[in-house]
């Protein structure tokens, strides 16, 4: 039930592009993205929901494929600020979207 | 800005001690959570609680209970303390829909 993120980690050169993925084998109804940084608590980046509508920042960018049950969450252009460890959460129905199931993170490292 | 606030950042106990872990959010959440993270297993909900009074228990509550009396208090309680028990702990809140979820900076726990 946990959902599988994919790669587990990526290095990357600033100005790089990187896309992470977020996978589950049951449908799902939302999913979540949060960055922490080391050290530092998770930040909320974005929510992706059945049906397309999404919440988050403007500089992030990500995808919900509802046949697929995956998630895509893309980094462009990216900065040194990018690094830190991503991780999806997912809720499986409406009514209990307050429980997220956690994948186990990417972690992403933007050197110069 | 919402704030949610950990009682200590680091906390060394003894084995067998009672531990109590405070986190307060200011912004008049209804859900808030508690997390332990530890490394290469990503983010594990001990309890969470949707309202004053109401708690369901997460994916490890073994060794733990938890409080709310008050809405922007929600207690973490380790009745005996135990060495697997060393953690980082962390607390979270999130209002209704769409349930974005904001995490305080974390409580290291040490058993000894």
């Known amino acids: 039930q946990q959902p599988v993120q994919s790669p587990q980690a990526v290095i990357l050169r600033e100005g790089e592009d990187a896309v992470i993925n977020c996978s589950s084998s049951?449908?799902?109804?939302?999913v979540h993205w949060y960055r922490q940084k080391h050290g530092e608590a998770p930040v909320f980046l974005m929510i992706?929901?059945?049906g397309g509508e999404q919440k988050g920042h403007e500089k992030i960018s990500a995808s919900f494929n509802e046949k697929k049950q995956q998630s895509s969450l893309y980094l462009t252009a990216s900065q040194l600020s990018y690094s830190g460890t991503y991780f999806c959460?997912?809720?499986?129905?409406?009514?209990?979207?307050?429980?997220?199931?956690w994948g186990l993170g990417t972690s992403l490292a933007v050197n110069p | 800005d919402v704030k949610v606030t950990q009682s200590s950042r680091y906390l060394v106990k003894r084995t067998g001690e009672k531990v109590f872990l405070e986190c307060v959010q200011d912004?008049?959440?209804?859900?808030m959570f508690w997390y332990r993270q530890d490394p290469g297993l990503g983010l594990r909900l001990i309890y969470f609680?949707?309202?004053?009074?109401?708690?369901e228990k997460g994916d490890i509550p073994e060794g733990y209970s938890v409080s709310r009396e008050k809405k922007e208090r929600f207690s973490l309680i380790l009745e005996s303390a135990s060495t697997n028990q060393t953690s980082m702990y962390l607390c979270?809140?999130?209002?209704?829909?769409?349930?974005?979820?904001?995490f305080g900076p974390g409580t290291r726990l040490t058993v000894t």
């Open positions: 959460g997912t809720a499986l129905e409406a009514g209990n979207n307050r429980k997220l199931i």
């Open positions: 049951k449908a799902l109804y939302s």
């Open positions: 992706l929901l059945k």
């Open positions: 912004m008049d959440h209804e859900n």
């Open positions: 609680s949707y309202d004053v009074k109401m708690k």
């Open positions: 979270a809140s999130s209002s209704d829909f769409p349930y974005e979820q904001y």
